[in-house]
């Protein structure tokens, strides 16, 4: 049989076609995995460059200045996940993508485990701030009682402080400490003297409770290890003689010495005779001047008129003053006028005294 070449020519001619087409297609296919791969090679370095460079402000952000911490980012009850990065970039954040901040949360699982609160932005990548607000690792503030102030100076402190929330403005200072649990209880010298860490939106009241349960277990403390006297039988006693020795000197020496000269006097029947209780029973009247009419007003805080302790502390004692009417200096002073500066010159004999009056205060 004979066979025509031509055409057996002809048949094999779109094989070859067809591969070279193949080859092409594959070739073409490969190059796109290779973008492909490139582009998420690249995507991906983008992503873990952004998740943890630090965060630089625009200028102008609405941020507000923290307690010595720089800028502060508020995230309030309510606040989704889109909302806070809305705020975010309200408040001056411009880096990275939506996207590349929605996968960073979405990868670390805190979209939803958010804590509401302040938060200092100063240091921050977007990974370790999303690790904040996950963990409320929010802005302490804080509120200081200082030692001597009386109550309505705390109060007035707790009123000025932004942070907290007041929840005791128009209540009398019965009701205050009703609302403590401490019926009945005079507010005056029951709340210790310390610095106080809290976060915004906190309650005056829950500050006041922290420093009454501070105080009761200071208060204990002094009480537990103080050196008999038969005058200060009474922890409320040992409070009231703190709160005079805390009014009548601000250096730390001088107290153990001043609560000395308190419970001579005591001890021998002598009157008291200290400024700072008279100032306190004057209350609002007091102009900041002393006068001789002034000494001689009765008010059961008078103690140029009324032997003994006043009815209840005058101040707020810190632990310094609770330990030195706990332990007292010995020796037989019974008199101290100021020296100058906060410090004090003693003396045993009224004669003595009468004579430091005349080279420390009458000069003066």
Do not use: C
């Not at 092409?24 to 791969?37: D, G, K, P, T």
């Not at 250096?251 to 609560?259: D, G, H, K, M, Q």
């Amino acid at each position: 049989m004979k066979v025509n070449n031509a055409s057996r020519s002809r048949r094999h001619q779109p094989r070859s076609g067809h591969r070279q087409h193949g080859r092409a297609f594959r070739a073409f296919l490969l190059f796109l995995l290779l973008v492909a791969v490139a582009a998420g090679a690249w995507a991906f370095q983008r992503y873990q460059a952004f998740a943890d460079m630090p965060i630089v402000l625009t200028e102008g952000n609405a941020l507000d200045a923290g307690d010595g911490v720089g800028p502060v980012f508020s995230v309030e009850p309510g606040d989704g996940f889109l909302k806070i990065l809305a705020k975010l970039r309200k408040a001056g954040v411009t880096q990275g993508h939506d996207l590349e901040w929605k996968a960073l949360a979405w990868q670390m699982g805190v979209a939803s485990r958010i804590q509401v609160g302040d938060y200092a932005l100063a240091d921050q990548t977007p990974r370790s701030l999303l690790r904040k607000f996950e963990r409320g690792d929010v802005i302490q503030q804080r509120i200081t009682i200082v030692e001597g102030w009386n109550f309505r100076t705390l109060r007035a402190a707790l009123a000025a402080n932004p942070g907290l929330e007041a929840t005791t403005a128009g209540s009398s200072d019965a009701e205050i400490m009703d609302k403590l649990g401490r019926k009945g209880v005079h507010p005056e010298g029951r709340f210790l003297p310390e610095t106080y860490l809290f976060t915004r939106g906190t309650s005056d009241l829950d500050i006041l409770r922290r420093a009454a349960e501070a105080m009761d277990d200071a208060l204990a403390k002094a009480w537990q290890g103080r050196e008999p006297n038969k005058h200060i039988d009474t922890p409320d006693k040992l409070l009231t003689l703190a709160s005079i020795v805390e009014k009548e000197t601000g250096v730390a020496s001088e107290r153990p010495r001043i609560a000395g000269v308190f419970l001579r006097r005591l001890e021998i029947g002598m009157l008291l005779q200290t400024d700072p209780t008279v100032i306190y029973g004057l209350g609002e009247a007091y102009d900041g001047n002393i006068r001789k009419r002034d000494l001689l007003a009765d008010t059961p805080y008078n103690t140029y008129t009324r032997p003994g302790l006043p009815p209840t502390p005058i101040a707020m004692p810190g632990q310094a003053a609770l330990d030195a009417v706990a332990h007292p200096a010995d020796g037989d002073e019974l008199y101290f006028v100021a020296s100058g500066g906060g410090a004090h010159v003693f003396a045993a004999t009224l004669a003595e005294h009468n004579a430091n009056v005349r080279k420390y205060q009458l000069k003066r």
